[in-house]
């Protein structure tokens, strides 16, 4: 290990407010915790852009180093789970938040956040999944297990060109389900949403409009909604009987109002997706299948920018301002691999 290694802080003072940029830390400003990771590679969410924001939500206590995601190879450990040289990623749990996160060349952490890097998947390619990847996994796994299939029709993407939308598609594509992905950049998107393997694209408008009365028509099988918001109500008259919401996020806003009659009339299901403290047995399932029948190929394909640590503030203001399509991966260390 490093006597001195890089890291992007976030720190706040009664006189700057907030304020990030990359410092120089050494082993003994590390959090507690029984496993020491070289970082290798990180990636950005929209959570890691609250992060920055002092009104943000997100961090807990200052200083802070954000990323909720990351993936390397075990420097140290006093764990009987990890050994020196595993290959491990995290995501979720408390880094990034209330603890030392990911956009730092060393991570210490605790055992029982880690999950083996699955076979079939790089350290990039798990960052380029990263979390947005896996809650697009755990919103599939969601609409799978509530009984839908890819005979009962199509399914309904929202915030398609976002990090979950695009990996949604993806792995929906690659079961054979048919996608509509709606987004509110189809003009400058449509191309890159076919390409993930949506076989029509939407505009938010369309997806979004007011539906006069209790019900809608029945359009959707089932819908992956990492946005919510008002409009998830409009959303909710147009599930077909049996079908299934899977809801992990609220860019479009963390409240609307409905009705019980899709519920009982319909009997379809409202199932909420926790990326966070998702039990390690169903997490552990979820991430060899994305190494594996689920690997979105398509998505990392076509849809990952690379960038550096120095490069984050300008991307993380970005996605902050919706300009972010597809996924980012933060090159952490000089060592990636």
């Known amino acids: 290990m490093k006597e001195q290694f890089q890291a992007y802080v976030i720190r706040k003072d009664d006189q700057k407010g907030v304020t990030a940029k990359l410092e120089q830390l050494k082993k003994e400003d590390l959090p507690n915790g029984d496993v020491t990771v070289q970082v290798h590679y990180s990636s950005v969410n929209y959570k890691d852009g609250l992060a920055s924001l002092e009104k943000g939500g997100v961090i807990r206590n200052y200083p802070m180093v954000p990323g909720i995601d990351m993936a390397g190879t075990v420097d140290e450990s006093v764990s009987g789970r990890f050994a020196p040289g595993d290959r491990v990623i995290s995501t979720g749990f ?6 030392y996160g990911g956009y730092s060349e060393y991570a210490r952490l605790r055992s029982e956040w880690l999950v083996p890097l699955p076979q079939g998947l790089s350290e990039k390619e798990a960052m380029a999944i990263g ?36 990996m949604a598609i993806a792995i929906l594509a690659k079961l054979g389900f048919e996608v509509t992905a709606s987004t509110g950049k189809k003009k400058q998107e449509e191309e890159l949403l076919r390409n993930l393997g949506a076989s029509e694209v939407i505009s938010r408008e369309e997806a979004d409009a007011p539906i006069k009365g209790a019900m809608g028509k029945q359009q959707w099988a089932g819908i992956v909604d990492p946005t919510a918001g008002p409009a998830l109500a409009e959303r909710l008259k147009q599930v077909q009987y049996g079908g299934a919401v899977a809801v992990s996020g609220l860019t479009g806003g963390n409240g609307f109002e409905s009705t019980v009659f899709p519920f009982i009339l319909r009997g379809i299901q409202l199932i909420g997706i926790d990326s966070v403290y998702c039990p390690m047995e169903r997490r552990e399932r979820i991430w060899n299948k994305l190494g594996s029948e689920w690997k979105p190929d398509r998505a990392l394909a ?10 984050l503030p300008h991307t993380i203001e970005n996605i902050l301002q919706g300009g972010a399509v597809g996924r980012t991966v933060v090159r952490v260390s000089s060592e990636s691999c």
């Open 302 to 311: 076509l849809g990952v920018q690379e960038i550096t640590l120095d490069q």
């Open 131 to 166: 979390t947005a990847g896996y809650t697009a996994g755990l919103s599939v796994d969601a609409l799978l297990q509530a009984g839908v299939t890819p005979e009962m029709g199509k399914i309904l993407v929202t915030g398609a060109t976002g990090g979950v939308g695009s």
């Open 94 to 99: 408390e880094p990034g938040v209330s603890h």
